[in-house]
């Protein structure tokens, strides 16, 4: 427990997300407080963080890492998912299977999003971001041509809706979902021999490369577990909106990057902790939450994000004990 708190990066996520709390209900009152309001938080909160727990796989791995195409794979697979569901199984008929088919598509069409993020990088040596770039287009691309640039309405189907918004015991399921994929990212980095050579390549790729680590199949499955954790947001941004559509989203990946950032992973690789994007994502939700309470414009929640992103990339460049320390 002791080293756990022995985490400055830690210690200030948990005093942000009391910080904002505290605000919120200064603010908004104790509405903000309700069981449903956190409710409806808690589903909001795992599209976005499943979004930010690639990228942060993708910075820890080194070299730039980063994936800018993480909300293009979501919608590429919702959309793909259902159109190709629609014909093959009948949703008044069959809601459970469809849903369940639904998933297993949209989860195949982020696997193999995420092994061509992962081959472009690893094997053909481009720079993660501008391979990622790139294959934001193309996956967006694809959704365009597919829907027409329209929306699709899935309906009500009432067992993705339940999964989507729908709490058991207090919490919704995606949100539960989750909890259990963000824990087992936690176990992997911090306690199998994968997490141990990520981490080395992301800090010293030279030391990495001459122990012997595989970086291009590590580098591989790092981007197709990135693709997979889209897949995932892509199923849940269709539960709980019960539409697909190719540019929701589109400041996601504005969002995803200020999460990992404010959760102190290296953009230069070697260090991230999965507990701090969980809990930098949650304090952003709440503050998010807050704005609507306060009915302040979506345009100015996004000049917030980018001027929070800009404050937390400088800073982290900067020692500032070098100017509090009193000099000897």
């Given at each position: 427990?002791k080293s756990?708190f022995?985490?400055r990066?830690?210690?200030?996520?948990?005093?942000?997300n009391?910080?904002v709390v505290?605000?919120?209900?200064?603010?908004?009152?104790d509405?903000?407080?309700?069981?449903?309001?956190?409710?409806?938080?808690?589903a909001?909160v795992p599209?976005l963080a499943l979004?930010?727990?690639g990228?942060m796989?993708?910075?820890i791995?080194?070299?730039?890492?980063?994936?800018?195409?993480g909300?293009a794979l979501?919608?590429?697979a919702?959309?793909?998912s259902?159109?190709?569901?629609?014909d093959?199984?009948?949703?008044?008929?069959?809601?459970l299977?469809?849903s369940?088919?639904f998933?297993l598509i949209?989860?195949?069409i982020?696997?193999?999003?995420g092994m061509l993020?992962?081959a472009?990088i690893?094997f053909a040596?481009l720079t993660p971001i501008?391979?990622?770039?790139g294959?934001?287009l193309?996956?967006?691309g694809?959704?365009?041509?597919?829907?027409?640039?329209?929306?699709i309405?899935?309906?009500?189907i009432?067992p993705?809706?339940?999964f989507?918004n729908?709490?058991v015991?207090?919490?919704p399921m995606?949100?539960?979902?989750?909890?259990?994929?963000?824990v087992?990212?936690?176990?992997v980095?911090?306690?199998t021999?994968?997490g141990?050579k990520?981490?080395l390549m992301?800090?010293?790729?030279?030391?990495?490369?001459?122990?012997?680590i595989?970086q291009?199949r590590?580098?591989l499955?790092?981007?197709?577990?990135c693709?997979?954790l889209?897949?995932?947001?892509g199923?849940?941004?269709?539960a709980?909106?019960?539409?697909v559509?190719?540019d929701?989203g589109?400041?996601y990946?504005?969002?995803a990057?200020l999460?990992?950032?404010?959760a102190g992973v290296r953009p230069d690789?070697?260090y991230?902790?999965?507990?701090?994007v969980v809990?930098?994502?949650t304090a952003?939700q709440?503050?998010?939450?807050?704005?609507n309470?306060?009915?302040i414009?979506?345009?100015?929640?996004?000049?917030?994000?980018?001027l929070l992103l800009?404050v937390?990339?400088?800073?982290?460049?900067?020692?500032l004990?070098?100017f509090?320390s009193?000099?000897?």
């Amino acid at each position: 427990m002791k080293s756990v708190f022995a985490d400055r990066q830690f210690n200030f996520l948990v005093a942000t997300n009391v910080l904002v709390v505290a605000l919120a209900v200064v603010f908004a009152g104790d509405t903000f407080l309700s069981l449903y309001n956190f409710q409806s938080m808690s589903a909001q909160v795992p599209e976005l963080a499943l979004l930010a727990l690639g990228v942060m796989l993708a910075m820890i791995a080194g070299n730039g890492g980063i994936d800018l195409s993480g909300i293009a794979l979501a919608n590429l697979a919702g959309v793909g998912s259902y159109l190709l569901m629609r014909d093959w199984v009948s949703i008044d008929e069959v809601p459970l299977a469809f849903s369940w088919l639904f998933a297993l598509i949209a989860l195949l069409i982020g696997l193999a999003g995420g092994m061509l993020n992962g081959a472009l990088i690893a094997f053909a040596g481009l720079t993660p971001i501008i391979a990622t770039l790139g294959t934001q287009l193309f996956f967006t691309g694809l959704a365009v041509a597919f829907t027409n640039g329209s929306a699709i309405t899935l309906g009500y189907i009432e067992p993705l809706d339940n999964f989507g918004n729908t709490p058991v015991l207090g919490l919704p399921m995606c949100f539960t979902l989750f909890v259990a994929i963000a824990v087992l990212i936690g176990v992997v980095l911090r306690y199998t021999p994968f997490g141990f050579k990520l981490y080395l390549m992301g800090s010293n790729a030279k030391a990495a490369r001459y122990a012997g680590i595989p970086q291009r199949r590590i580098l591989l499955l790092t981007y197709t577990v990135c693709g997979v954790l889209a897949s995932v947001a892509g199923i849940i941004i269709a539960a709980r909106t019960s539409s697909v559509k190719w540019d929701y989203g589109s400041s996601y990946v504005l969002i995803a990057i200020l999460i990992v950032v404010m959760a102190g992973v290296r953009p230069d690789g070697g260090y991230g902790r999965t507990v701090c994007v969980v809990l930098s994502a949650t304090a952003l939700q709440m503050l998010s939450s807050l704005f609507n309470f306060l009915d302040i414009s979506n345009f100015f929640r996004d000049c917030a994000w980018g001027l929070l992103l800009i404050v937390f990339l400088a800073t982290s460049r900067v020692d500032l004990r070098a100017f509090i320390s009193p000099r000897r």
